[in-house]
């Protein structure tokens, strides 16, 4: 597949375009792109709506998997609660976009994600608990969704974001970042104490 724009061989390095169709959803209206990391084999995904190719400050939201909140409706966290506000933000726009990336448990995978969830329950914090496993506070990258979005053809994004770290990782990754676009979830009892450890150990912008 192409776009009206040249991509780099960087770019071709870290990802491929697999399929593209459109997408109903209880949201709206989108197209469903599916990508392939060549970093690392997992697949990734973009939701969008209307034309990407050579848009320039397209609102779009870089969502990191998460099974327990996504799917299972979790109230430890508000990831739920940001993808569903995004797909709406998103819908209600001529462009825009979500990017799905397979980084569940801010990357170390769902199974020392549930081990996390374990030593939270002693009293641990998210970034202790990833810690106490060897893990840093969040090994995400953004270099593979700046790809995903150059790819396409996209100019230049508003992040919609509350974590400073997405916008320099998608600046690195070569995406221009125009302005932010606060995306914030009120909490609920379960969630507080997550919530405030994102802004007092993680810099999120809360």
Do not use: W
């Not at 724009?5 to 997408?23: M, N, P, Q, S, T």
């Not at 990391?37 to 709506?49: M, N, Q």
């Not at 690195?172 to 970042?177: K, Y």
Request: glycine letters at 10%.
């Amino acid at each position: 597949m192409k776009t009206a724009h040249a991509i780099d061989d960087k770019v071709v390095e870290l990802v491929e375009l697999g399929a593209r169709a459109r997408l109903p959803s209880r949201f709206g209206e989108f197209d469903v792109y599916a990508f392939q990391s060549r970093v690392d084999g997992k697949e990734h995904a973009i939701i969008a709506r209307g034309e990407l190719s050579g848009a320039r400050d397209v609102p779009v939201r870089i969502h990191s998997e998460c099974f327990t909140g996504d799917v299972m409706g979790s109230l430890r966290c508000d990831c739920r609660d940001q993808l569903e506000a995004a797909l709406e933000y998103v819908a209600g726009r001529e462009t825009g976009a979500v990017v799905y990336m397979r980084q569940e448990g801010r990357g170390i995978g769902l199974v020392n994600k549930i081990k996390a969830y374990a030593l939270q329950e002693q009293g641990l914090d998210t970034v202790e608990a990833n810690q106490a496993l060897g893990f840093p506070d969040d090994l995400r990258r953004y270099d593979v969704a700046a790809a995903m979005l150059r790819l396409l053809g996209v100019d230049s994004v508003r992040l919609i974001t509350n974590n400073p770290r997405k916008v320099d990782g998608l600046r690195a990754g070569g995406i221009a970042v125009a302005g932010r676009i606060p995306h914030i979830m009120p909490p609920n009892p379960h969630n507080a104490f997550y919530l405030a450890t994102k802004r007092e150990k993680s810099g999120h912008l809360l």
